[in-house]
T-cell receptor, first 112, second 113 residues
């Protein structure tokens, strides 16, 4: 059983650019959630996808968008990057929306 | 909305000391409750969970009991090890029809030999 993987590990972008982060869910899991974790803070929920449909969204602007593919892998896209978008982005998969989540190692995004 | 409050850290202990990290929550309905652990440079790992009132979750010597009357889910361990040094997050699953999970800010634990 493979765990949750994320790519890339680290990324440096310039303000105003766009970024795509990728996540492969744990085998057998059909739900993927994305979180933003600022330094010293807990994860903040961005959104969740269940069987390719958005299933819930946190308090993030529309420039944060996502996709889930038929194999349940997922992408997080962020447009018009701002300095405050610098954070660790975590992906988590689960077999149903409210059950325990299995996290990937995260992508560290730095916006300069 | 839902919220989770954890005690401020860091918590600094000597090896073999007892640990309690307090967690209280506010939620509509009856959410599942979780403790996650994050080691430096890694993602979060599920440590234990409880799905209903009076349930006790346990794993690796850690325990937490879902207390509906006090809306608490305190994490306890009788004898900590240096390898337990990490950040611990209390979390609740969505409640009242919401699928939005909520995490606390995390409590850093430092265990000295």
């Amino acid at each position: 059983e493979t765990g949750v993987t994320q790519s890339p590990t680290h990324l440096i972008k310039t303000r105003g650019q766009q970024v795509t982060l990728r996540c492969s869910s744990q085998s057998g899991h059909n739900t993927v959630s994305w979180y933003q974790q600022a330094l010293g803070q807990g994860p903040q929920f961005i959104f969740q996808y269940y069987r390719e449909e958005e299933n819930g969204r946190g308090n993030f602007p529309p420039r944060f968008s996502g996709l889930q593919f038929p194999n349940y892998s997922s992408e997080l896209n962020v447009n018009a990057l701002e300095l405050d978008d610098s954070a660790l982005y975590l992906c988590a998969s689960s077999d149903v929306g409210l059950s325990e989540q299995y996290f990937g190692p995260g992508t560290r995004l730095t916006v300069t | 909305g839902d919220s989770v409050t954890q005690m401020e850290g860091p918590v600094t202990l000597s090896e073999e000391a007892c640990l309690t990290i307090n967690c209280t929550y506010t939620a509509t309905g009856y959410p599942s409750l979780f403790w996650y652990v994050q080691y430096p440079g890694e993602g979060l790992q599920l440590l234990l969970k409880a799905t209903k009132a009076d349930d006790k979750g346990s794993n690796k010597g850690f325990e937490a009991t879902y207390r509906k009357e006090t809306t608490s889910f305190h994490l306890e361990k009788g004898s900590v090890q240096v390898s337990d040094s990490a950040v611990y997050f209390c979390a609740l699953g969505g409640s009242g029809g919401s699928y939005i999970p909520t995490f606390g800010r995390g409590t850093s634990l430092i265990v000295h030999p």
